[in-house]
């Protein structure tokens, strides 16, 4: 048995445990967060359930197709659209809640299902086992699915049926004819997916393209003959479906079309370069998604396509851009350390909205506005997806890492959960990462609120024990600071500029100079924040310039009606009772600890050190804090560094000969040092320049 042990013969059982443990805990999530959206749906009002098919709504509840499903321009969907909805009409609007939600939920989950059955082979049974519950906790997510639970609209459908007619080698193997039925029916409920007849005649499977062809039209003409006044409306009077819904010009509209009108272009001239800008996309497109078709990549050519889709049509709602989506089966980069910018990058794209992706500036914002319409244009026009056959498409270039290192201090157990990387991270990746960690950091900090009263209660349970511990110097120096008028300014600018610039200047220069020092430090400061964002919400605190009728002055915001309950322009942009614990003391105490780690001379060390104490006299000056919330930022800042410790041992590394883990400053390793030798003789005998 031991000699089992040493041979690695348990080695599978335990693997395989821990994937059954992981798959157990993702279809879990998937069933939570599926249930939540339906719970979601249900529980709101019924005129603000579903209000895409108002249109069928009539007396007592009870649907209808009588009249113009186009008489208020709200019905954006094709006249077969409607057609397929008939079999509704007997149906109560509470029990179509119930029915179409729970119906709604199962095409989502045979969505997801069918994308993950459809990922390039070989792929590994591990992957294709936990491809499945990720598939469905992504698509659940997504804005598009989010809008269509909401909406009552069946753009799900369409999507389904084009992965099912060429994704599924069962359907789109053979003379095709099955899978060319199935698109267009997808095409007859979408016009844009008439796209995909393009894509299979380009890939030779003519019959196919032959029978989307006939079924889109066969499926029309149906409804021509039973609905003509709808059909003309559709098809003659709005081209298409052009002018339905919400105006063409709003952000809802992520089309080429809609960013023409968005920029102030109208008339002829916008429809001219439109029409040029989208035969350009829809060429340079449909030939991507034929060459990774070819190449065997189904599911990516599809969603190429989608993207095109969503690029060249008219219009493109949101609930029509879960091809994006499916543009995660993409392979992008050969390192190990870019193959999830692309996936990253898009699942943020598809699951947070445009104030969340970018700042709310005038540079950013159109970014933010326009991202799935960016998104669908990079995956049709641009990304450089890998072919199976290139260098790297199954086994990436691994990151350089070192060996976890042995703890300086032996009573503290390190459990070593990964080993150090060298390299820089990918900076597109750490961007998108910051951006969306700053955004989560605002939005817990802006809701940990608590009563007022409760927040003054722990002011003066603050300055109780401040008092105790003779440390109760606020008062006396706020007075000090703002009646000298220089002092003030100084401090006040201080206050609001050196909190961020100082803290993403010393990461810059670290992810420049210090890669490896970068993610060591990085680490630490975000589970400090993320720590002091549980302080925030347990313990809600009234900082000195908001405690009523102590003479408290606020430097930077003047004086508050601390008599009105609703006090203070202040209290409505951010939470102000976000004292405890201070993150100003505990971001310059994270920048002196980096500084005294990387500096090499002593006076350097000590000028890094000084930057947390000026923030103290700077946060009680201006009366923003109280001493005890120095203490509480810097106990924060302090356990980060002590959790990154324990998961991956001492901070400051030596580094090897690993090109770009290290910059001039850095020194090479003692021999026989331990932790990077093995990354260091594996490396090239090159030393690339920080």
């Known amino acids: 048995m031991a000699n089992a042990r040493r041979g690695g013969l348990e080695g599978p059982p335990r693997a395989w445990s821990w994937t059954g443990l992981t798959l157990g805990v993702l279809w879990l999530l998937a069933g939570l967060l599926a249930l939540r959206q339906a719970a979601a749906v249900l529980r709101l009002p019924p005129e603000r359930r579903f209000t895409d098919l108002a249109r069928w709504i009539g007396d007592n509840g009870v649907l209808h197709v009588r009249g113009s499903l186009y008489g208020t321009d709200e019905f954006t969907g094709t006249p077969f659209e409607g057609l397929a909805l008939k079999p509704l009409t007997k149906a109560a609007e509470q029990g179509l809640g119930i029915f179409w939600t729970f119906g709604t939920l199962l095409l989502v989950v045979a969505l997801a299902l069918v994308a993950a059955r459809s990922l390039p082979g070989p792929v590994p049974r591990r992957t294709a086992l936990l491809a499945a519950p990720v598939a469905v906790i992504l698509t659940v997510l997504s804005l598009p699915v989010r809008n269509t639970f909401t909406l009552g609209q069946t753009s799900i459908l369409p999507v389904l049926l084009v992965l099912l007619g060429c994704c599924l080698p069962r359907i789109a193997q053979g003379s095709g004819r099955a899978g060319g039925l199935l698109v ?7 016009p844009a997916v008439l796209l995909f007849a393009a894509l299979q005649w380009l890939t030779g499977r003519r019959r196919a393209a032959a029978a989307t062809g006939v079924t889109f039209a066969a499926c029309t003409a149906l409804t021509w003959i039973v609905m003509p006044d ?12 052009r002018g339905l819904g919400h105006a063409p010009d709003g952000l809802a509209n992520q089309s080429l079309h809609g960013l023409l009108l968005r920029t102030g272009l109208r008339g002829p001239a916008e429809l001219a370069l439109y029409a040029l800008l989208a035969a350009a996309v829809a060429v340079l497109g449909l030939r991507r998604a034929a060459r990774y078709a070819l190449d065997g990549q189904t599911l990516l050519a599809t969603a190429v396509a989608g993207c095109t889709a969503i690029a060249v049509s008219p219009t493109a709602w949101q609930h029509q851009q879960l091809w994006i989506l499916l543009a995660v089966a993409g392979r992008v980069g050969k390192r190990r350390a870019d193959r999830l910018v692309w996936p990253v990058l898009v699942v943020l794209v598809m699951t947070l909205t445009s104030p969340v992706l970018m700042p709310d500036n005038p540079v950013m914002r159109p970014l933010g506005d326009n991202a799935p319409l960016l998104a669908a244009l990079l995956a049709a026009c641009a990304v450089p997806f890998l072919p199976r056959a290139a260098e790297g498409w199954e086994r990436p270039l691994p990151t350089p890492a070192a060996e976890p290192q042995r703890g300086r201090f032996s009573w503290v157990p390190l459990f070593r959960f990964w080993r150090r990387p060298l390299t820089r991270p990918n900076v597109l990746l750490e ?6 960690g700053y955004w989560v950091y605002q939005f817990i900090r802006a809701r940990a609120t608590g009563e007022r009263s409760v927040a003054e209660a722990h002011g003066r349970q603050i300055l109780g024990a401040e008092e105790f511990l003779h440390l109760d110097v606020e008062h006396g120096f706020n007075r000090f600071v703002a009646d000298s008028g220089w002092l003030t300014g100084g401090m006040n600018y201080y206050y609001g500029t050196f909190h961020f610039l100082v803290p ?4 810059v220069w670290l992810y420049v100079r210090r890669p490896g020092t970068y993610r060591w430090a990085r680490t630490a400061l975000s589970l400090a924040t993320l720590i002091a ?3 925030f919400w347990a313990y809600p605190l009234a900082p000195p310039r908001l405690m009523p009728g102590l003479g408290f002055v606020d430097t930077a915001n003047g004086p508050q009606d601390l ?3 609703d ?7 951010s939470n102000q009772y976000a004292a405890m614990p201070s993150l100003h003391i505990g971001w310059s105490l994270w920048c002196g600890i980096v500084v005294a780690v990387v500096a090499r001379k002593r006076w350097m060390k000590w000028l890094g050190m000084l930057y947390p104490l000026m923030t103290l006299s700077v946060i009680v000056g201006t009366a923003n804090h ?24 001492p901070g400051k590394l030596v580094f090897g000969k690993v090109p770009g883990a290290r910059g001039e400053s850095d020194p090479l390793p003692a021999a026989g040092s331990a932790g990077v030798a093995g990354a260091a003789e594996k490396a090239p005998p090159r030393v690339a320049k920080g």
Do not use: K
């Open 504 to 507: 993403v200047c010393l990461l």
């Open 431 to 436: 961007l998108m990462l910051l951006r969306v």
């Open 533 to 535: 964002l549980a302080g």
């Open 230 to 241: 709808d059909s003309w409306t559709y098809w003659i009077h709005h081209i298409a479906g």
């Open 626 to 649: 109280y001493v005890l919330d120095a203490v509480g930022g810097a106990l924060v800042v302090l356990t980060g560094f002590a959790i990154q410790y324990v998961l991956s041992g």
């Open 563 to 565: 008599d009105n309950p």
């Open 567 to 573: 006090f203070g322009a202040l209290t409505e942009l």
């Open 184 to 190: 267009g029916v997808a095409a007859a409920l979408q």
